[in-house]
């Protein structure tokens, strides 16, 4: 593995570049859009309005505030799977570059991430704003939801650094990412009450570490409490897991990237 030291001087001489590579992803993903990074806004709250319409009354005694139960499970899984699927795609997608000069191959798929949090940021902005519209009491504990997101974060990369490298060499994996993210997503309760899965199948989503990072996020924001720790420590340990995985996955194999592309 590549030293510390070495690592961060690496990363400190294309810390520019890695912004610049940020700004392209997010320029190219609203290139043809007439709203540009605007949509950032409006997709959560539009697909928000939508599933309320729908949702809301077949769930309205187990969820009471399902706009906001619906948000944060959305914009969590938002930033999972562009991220990871950003990251996935990041070293196919930038094969020319990385053929005609030298740049370190992570940083295409830290800008994949790095790009999808800044989305994730901005829609939080429609987050609070649903969040005081549907009068949520904010507690001292929402300060909380940070680590959370953190985890969230951690475990993209890993995930992303992980496809990254196994997509080179397997391009299938492509395909079938799309229908993983489907799955996880309803597999994670993002848009139904977890207490309507039959008691024999409640298993999948203690084994979810997904699951336990949104359900940590609604504990705070809507309930005002703080979530169970234990819940949060069982993501932590598979976020890093998958980050060292995906770190030693990547640096193994990067120098074989040019054989594949």
Same mark, same amino acid.
């Given at each position: 593995?590549?030293?510390?030291?070495?690592?961060?001087?690496?990363?400190?001489?294309y810390?520019?570049?890695?912004?610049?590579?940020i700004?392209?992803d997010?320029?190219?993903?609203?290139?043809?859009?007439?709203?540009?990074?605007?949509?950032?806004?409006?997709?959560p709250l539009?697909t928000?309005i939508?599933?309320?319409?729908?949702f809301?009354?077949?769930?309205?005694?187990?969820?009471p505030?399902?706009?906001?139960?619906y948000?944060?499970?959305?914009?969590?899984?938002?930033?999972?799977? *562009?991220?990871?699927? &950003?990251?996935?795609?990041?070293?196919?997608?930038?094969?020319a570059?990385?053929? *005609?000069?030298?740049v370190?191959?992570?940083?295409?798929a830290?800008?994949s991430?790095?790009?999808?949090?800044?989305t994730?940021?901005?829609?939080?902005?429609?987050?609070?704003?649903?969040?005081?519209?549907?009068?949520?009491?904010?507690?001292?504990?929402?300060?909380?939801?940070s680590l959370?997101?953190?985890?969230l974060?951690?475990?993209?990369l890993?995930?992303?650094?992980?496809?990254?490298t196994?997509?080179?060499?397997?391009?299938?994996?492509e395909?079938?990412? &799309?229908?993983?993210t489907m799955?996880l997503?309803?597999?994670s309760a993002v848009f139904?009450?977890?207490?309507i899965?039959?008691?024999?199948?409640?298993?999948?989503?203690?084994?979810?570490p997904?699951?336990a990072i949104?359900s940590?996020?609604?504990?705070?924001?809507?309930? &005002?409490?703080?979530?169970n720790?234990g819940?949060?420590?069982y993501?932590?340990?598979f *976020?890093?897991?998958?980050?060292?995985v &995906?770190?030693?996955?990547?640096?193994?194999?990067?120098?074989?990237?040019?054989?594949h592309?």
């Amino acid at each position: 593995m590549i030293s510390d030291h070495r690592f961060i001087a690496n990363f400190e001489k294309y810390r520019y570049l890695l912004v610049q590579l940020i700004k392209r992803d997010i320029q190219v993903k609203y290139r043809n859009s007439m709203l540009g990074i605007f949509w950032s806004f409006l997709e959560p709250l539009l697909t928000m309005i939508m599933f309320t319409i729908i949702f809301s009354y077949i769930f309205k005694r187990d969820i009471p505030n399902f706009p906001v139960y619906y948000l944060i499970g959305r914009v969590a899984f938002s930033l999972f799977q *562009s991220g990871t699927t &950003g990251a996935m795609k990041s070293i196919i997608g930038n094969s020319a570059i990385l053929r *005609s000069v030298y740049v370190p191959k992570y940083l295409f798929a830290l800008a994949s991430v790095g790009s999808a949090f800044v989305t994730f940021l901005l829609s939080l902005i429609i987050l609070v704003a649903v969040m005081i519209v549907t009068n949520v009491h904010f507690t001292i504990y929402v300060i909380f939801a940070s680590l959370p997101v953190l985890v969230l974060l951690l475990m993209t990369l890993g995930v992303g650094l992980i496809l990254a490298t196994v997509t080179v060499f397997f391009r299938d994996i492509e395909h079938l990412y &799309g229908v993983f993210t489907m799955l996880l997503m309803y597999g994670s309760a993002v848009f139904y009450p977890a207490s309507i899965i039959p008691a024999k199948w409640q298993f999948l989503l203690t084994i979810n570490p997904f699951y336990a990072i949104i359900s940590c996020m609604r504990t705070v924001l809507m309930n &005002g409490t703080l979530y169970n720790t234990g819940e949060l420590l069982y993501a932590t340990v598979f *976020s890093i897991l998958c980050l060292v995985v &995906g770190m030693g996955l990547f640096y193994k194999y990067q120098n074989k990237f040019l054989l594949h592309l």
